[in-house]
């Protein structure tokens, strides 16, 4: 099945959060992203993406009903994986022997021994999942010759903060007892799954445990408050990310904690960080933002802003500038966990 079309809309209306409450949800529509004009240098398949836009449903997905949520997880999970599909890669996946969470590797040919990439997907926290979400760490693999693991962190109304983060926390820290040295370790997430990312090794230095050798955000979530511009500037622009929903991750935590938006958190002592962004995104500010914090506490951040493009377009089969994307990430993590 070819992720274009209706498929792919139909991915919009669920990663979106202001998606199809299943079927029942698809009676007022708005347009997606209206007046804004399309870059001319984005490639004919990017500027296609943006043509074959419809309207989404303008209500906002019934989290707290739980047939919803599984329809929807079903669902997007389908459409996940023929993502994958399309890429062409042959890949396995392995369960991690590790207690306390769920894991899997992603095996998919040469791998560089000693070293390993660790993988929070994205879903706003309440979608996603490790043996769906698998397109973007499989091109990651290719590029970068290093093997992921992908985690299956509990998700949100059900499992609210910090269960997730603690989940990644307790696959890393088993990578630790395994053998692995923190520098030979990569970190990568997108969208929620790159506030994960970036939370975790927060968590990990709070408590004493070494830093990971590399960081990668892409779209990454880092400011729940949603107070940066852009989230009202580009609010009829992003065709991906739409109205927010009822907050059911941080429930009785505030918005501001900074391992629910890491950009309100000290970062001192971080990684290497390379940010990619779009900019059609709603999230732009986050990046931005986190950018600047990053530089004033002397983390080594490089921000990459890419015209035109939507969020997390580097999960999208036949978008160029998805594969550019990707092999700039193996190279960055190739270049700081010291691959030749």
Request: aromatic share 8%.
């Given at each position: 099945?070819a992720i274009?079309?209706k498929y792919f809309?139909?991915?919009?209306a669920l990663?979106?959060?202001?998606?199809?409450?299943?079927?029942?949800?698809a009676q007022?529509?708005?347009?997606?992203?209206?007046?804004?004009?399309?870059?001319?240098?984005?490639?004919?398949?990017?500027r296609?993406?943006y043509?074959s836009?419809q309207?989404?449903?303008?209500?906002?997905?019934?989290?707290?009903?739980?047939?919803i949520m599984?329809?929807?997880r079903?669902?997007?999970?389908e459409?996940?994986l023929?993502?994958?599909?399309?890429l062409?890669?042959?890949?396995e996946l392995?369960?991690?022997?590790?207690?306390?969470?769920?894991?899997?590797?992603?095996r998919?040919?040469?791998?560089t021994?000693?070293?390993v990439l660790l993988?929070f997907h994205?879903?706003?926290?309440?979608?996603?999942?490790?043996?769906t979400n698998?397109?973007?760490p499989l091109?990651i693999?290719?590029?970068s010759d290093?093997?992921?693991i992908?985690?299956?962190?509990?998700?949100?109304?059900?499992?609210?903060?910090?269960?997730g983060?603690?989940d990644g926390?307790?696959v890393y820290?088993?990578?630790?007892?395994n053998g692995?040295s923190?520098?030979d370790i990569?970190?990568f997430?997108?969208?929620?799954g790159?506030?994960?990312?970036?939370?975790?090794?927060l968590?990990?230095r709070d408590?004493?445990?070494p830093q990971?050798g590399?960081?990668?955000?892409?779209?990454p979530?880092?400011d729940r408050t949603r107070?940066?511009?852009?989230?009202?500037?580009?609010?009829?622009?992003?065709?991906?990310?739409?109205?927010?929903t009822?907050?059911?991750?941080?429930?009785?935590?505030?918005?501001?904690?900074?391992?629910?938006s890491?950009?309100?958190?000290d970062?001192t002592?971080l990684p290497?960080i390379?940010?990619?962004?779009?900019?059609r995104?709603?999230?732009?500010?986050d990046?931005?933002?986190?950018a600047?914090q990053?530089?004033l506490?002397?983390v080594?951040?490089t921000?990459?802003?890419?015209d035109?493009?939507?969020?997390?377009?580097?999960?999208?089969?036949?978008v160029?500038?998805?594969?550019l994307a990707?092999?700039?990430?193996?190279r960055?993590?190739?270049?700081h966990l010291g691959?030749?």
């Open positions: 099945m274009s079309g809309v139909l991915l919009i990663v979106s959060l202001t998606g199809a409450a299943g079927p029942a949800g007022e529509k708005k347009p997606v992203a209206p007046a804004m004009p399309i870059p001319q240098d984005i490639s004919d398949e990017a296609a993406f043509e836009l309207p989404r449903p303008a209500r906002p997905l019934d989290i707290q009903n739980p047939k599984a329809f929807t079903k669902f997007l999970g459409i996940f023929a993502n994958t599909e399309e062409g890669i042959a890949y392995e369960p991690v022997d590790v207690i306390g969470a769920e894991a899997y590797w992603i998919s040919g040469q791998e021994d000693g070293k993988y994205g879903g706003g926290q309440i979608l996603g999942s490790a043996k698998l397109a973007t091109r693999a290719k590029y290093i093997p992921v992908t985690i299956e962190y509990r998700l949100a109304p059900e499992h609210p903060f910090p269960a983060l603690n926390l307790t820290r088993w990578l630790l007892e692995y923190h520098d990569g970190v997430g997108d969208s929620a790159g506030n994960l990312a970036l939370a975790m090794p968590l990990a408590k004493g445990l990971p590399a960081l990668v955000l892409l779209s979530s880092v107070t940066g511009d852009t989230h009202t500037t580009m609010v009829k622009f992003d065709p991906m990310i739409g109205a927010p009822v907050e059911v991750y941080a429930v009785d935590h505030p918005t501001d904690h900074p391992l629910i890491p950009v309100y958190a970062l002592g290497p390379l940010i990619q962004v779009g900019t995104e709603r999230l732009l500010s990046s931005v933002r986190l600047r990053a530089r506490t002397g080594d951040v921000l990459d802003v890419w035109g493009m939507w969020h997390v377009w580097q999960d999208n089969p036949n160029p500038e998805a594969e990707t092999r700039e990430i193996g960055f993590f190739r270049h691959v030749n």
